[in-house]
């Protein structure tokens, strides 16, 4: 019966065919061709969708330790620990150069151009879209490699055997950012000046792109004349500082079109009235943020998703019992200001070098700017609604310490009743991966949603990469440097005062330190902390190679070049002396994490990556970065 069936199909089949030719060649149905993509909107933003996600981001909530390094963290994961123990980085750290995307980026646009069956509307705005990230990526690639070569059109070898008509030399520094902020000119009127759109390039994003690029180049034509190795003599790296003054004024004057609404309606998040949560939810509140400008989403419905706070969530009655991977630094944490504006170290020692003791753990912390715990998980502190457990054991009258190599180990010790809990269940243990190790778990960009600590869950908590709090000081940044100090003051007195501070700065508070600091405390785990040590070109003095003590993280509270060459913590201890009025209460230590042993040196060679010996075998016109 069966091959019946089938006979009798089979004739079916052949008799709707002239012939056996017509039967055998038939359209696909599972591949498109370019005209089909590039005449339907839906197929071209499907197009889109790829060369967005290949969007190249310094630091980024999918790689936990890009957004944690140069010691403003420790990383409580044994497999890292090396990273403590070495003093330095090659020159062809933080590299890039992936023409390959160019080029698809490239044959995007060409293509667009054969389109026929596009909208006006819809072809400006794709092309915008496809040269606003071509763009981004030649700014990534001259932020990390200095002038490289500048091909706008796709290129075909024509296996000829002479491959040298596709060898192109390199463009100077300062020509790749003038091409980043012409291209921002010149899509700015094809995109919609919509703030609700995030994940797309609009007015906002290119010309929030346009004030961070022109800030960047100002930098280097200033402060690049005190590295003058850190140069070539044809502009490859190294921008004049005759230049300066013009970017800095591009910066400030395309930070104001947004301040002042004309790209859309953007404004710092406000909307909690605990305001180390308000800071906190800019990163994972969706919902009418208008503080984020362009964002990489993640949507748990479409499987797009991240292990972030299954990475670094605090470990004790987590989901999984998972976390605990980055460790804040105290010299982070001692960076935020009291409220009242005053760069102070944490009391943990009074006048005669005693001790100081506290009720609760998290007490230490209270009156400082709302943005260190909106930041970092302090001890006391609380994530999604449970106390954290950080301490470090149990301080006898004697100065003798008790505590234990196990989350919450118990031990009994002289006065004890019995066996009693001696460390936290999220540690400090010296060594012991995945718990506080610097007494601090990362606040910033964690899941609060139930389940987010899951595997199977996830996170879709999204990654900014341009808000509006960086508009404001990169316009304050620009207008400092262009003598106007009380713009600068007003515009960071905005930021300041969403942190909760209460002394406004005035115009001569304004330094080049004030600014590095604001920065700091403000973006801190946002990956613009190494690109601003590199434009000020202060980051071989930060990184300078040489050991800290624990004075070294007290004192210079505000220095922009306060050497920050390895990760310290703060352990609270439990204080036991029964009949003492402070016994229960609370003390701390300055301590640094045992797996830290090296100190870390940026060298000149440092400032631009190496160029890879394949590309320049490849292409004799491309010239090497200097000090390599």
């Not at 310490?401 to 118990?410: C, K, L």
């Not at 606040?443 to 879709?460: A, E, M």
């Amino acid at each position: 019966m069966k091959k019946y069936i089938i006979l009798f199909i089979i004739p079916l089949l052949f008799a709707n065919c002239e012939s056996d030719e017509e039967f055998l060649d038939r359209e696909p149905t599972d591949i498109l061709s370019e005209e089909q993509i590039y005449n339907n909107p839906d197929l071209v933003v499907s197009v889109l969708a790829d060369l967005y996600n290949r969007y190249y981001d310094f630091g980024t909530v999918e790689d936990w330790p890009s957004l944690a390094g140069f010691n403003v963290a420790f990383w409580s994961e044994a497999g890292r620990y090396g990273i403590f123990q070495n003093n330095g980085w090659g020159y062809g750290e933080w590299g890039t150069w992936d023409y390959t995307y160019i080029r698809e980026m490239n044959l995007f646009l060409e293509r667009l151009d054969q389109s026929t069956e596009l909208s006006e509307a819809e072809l400006a705005r794709f092309k915008a879209e496809g040269r606003f990230l071509r763009a981004s990526y030649y700014f990534t690639l001259v932020k990390r490699m200095g002038g490289v070569p500048l091909i706008l059109e796709s290129q075909n070898y024509d296996f000829s055997g002479d491959p040298t008509y596709l060898q192109f030399p390199r463009e100077t520094e300062a020509g790749i950012y003038d091409f980043v902020i012409s291209e921002m000119d010149a899509i700015v009127d094809d995109l919609p000046a919509d703030a609700n759109i995030k994940g797309r390039a609009t007015q906002g994003a290119v010309v929030a792109t346009k004030a961070r690029a022109a800030l960047y180049a100002a930098s280097i034509a200033k402060y690049g004349q005190s590295t003058p190795s850190v140069s070539l003599p044809g502009g490859e790296v190294g921008i004049p500082a005759s230049r300066a003054d013009e970017y800095y004024t591009t910066a400030l004057t395309a930070a104001q079109r947004i301040i002042n609404g004309e790209v859309g309606n953007y404004g710092l998040y406000n909307s909690k009235p605990d305001l180390s949560e308000n800071f906190a939810s800019i990163f994972y509140e969706k919902n009418q943020n208008n503080e984020a400008i362009f964002v990489e989403d993640f949507k748990l419905q479409t499987d797009k998703k991240h292990g972030f706070t299954i990475s670094n969530q605090p470990r004790y009655g987590a989901e999984e019992e998972e976390g605990g991977r980055i460790n804040p630094a105290l010299s982070l944490v001692q960076s935020f200001e009291t409220l009242d504006g005053q760069y102070k170290p944490l009391p943990i020692k009074d006048g005669a070098g005693n001790p100081i003791y506290y009720e609760d753990p998290e007490d230490l912390f209270a009156g400082r700017d709302a943005r260190l715990e909106g930041t970092v998980i302090v001890p006391g502190s609380t994530f999604k609604s449970k106390e954290v457990d950080i301490w470090a054991g149990v301080q006898l009258s004697d100065g003798t310490v008790i505590s234990g190599d196990q989350r919450g180990q118990r031990k009994e010790f002289p006065g004890s009743n019995g066996q009693e809990q001696v460390v936290g269940f999220d540690g400090p243990i010296d060594g012991q991966e995945f718990t506080a190790q610097t007494g601090f778990y990362i606040r910033k960009y964690q899941d609060p949603k139930p389940g987010s600590g899951q595997r199977g869950t996830q996170s879709d908590v999204w990654f900014i990469r341009y808000r509006y709090a960086e508009v404001l000081l990169n316009a304050a940044e620009a207008a400092f440097e262009l003598g106007q100090n009380d713009v600068a003051a007003g515009y960071m007195n905005q930021v300041r005062q969403r942190a909760g501070i209460t002394t406004d700065l005035v115009p001569g508070d304004i330094t080049f330190d004030r600014i590095a600091h604001e920065r700091f405390v403000e973006f801190a785990f946002e990956g613009l902390h190494f690109f601003d040590l590199k434009r000020w070109r202060i980051a071989h003095q930060v990184l300078d190679g040489v050991p800290m003590n624990a004075e070294d993280i007290t004192e210079n509270i505000g220095d922009a070049t306060k050497r920050l060459t390895q990760p310290f913590g703060l352990w609270p201890y439990k204080y036991f002396n029964p009949g003492n009025p402070n016994d229960g209460n609370w003390l701390y230590k300055i301590v640094k994490p045992s797996r830290v042993t090296g100190s870390d040196n940026f060298r000149l060679g440092n400032y631009y990556s190496e160029i890879g010996q394949g590309i320049l075998n490849n292409n004799p016109l491309i010239v090497k970065n200097p000090n390599q």
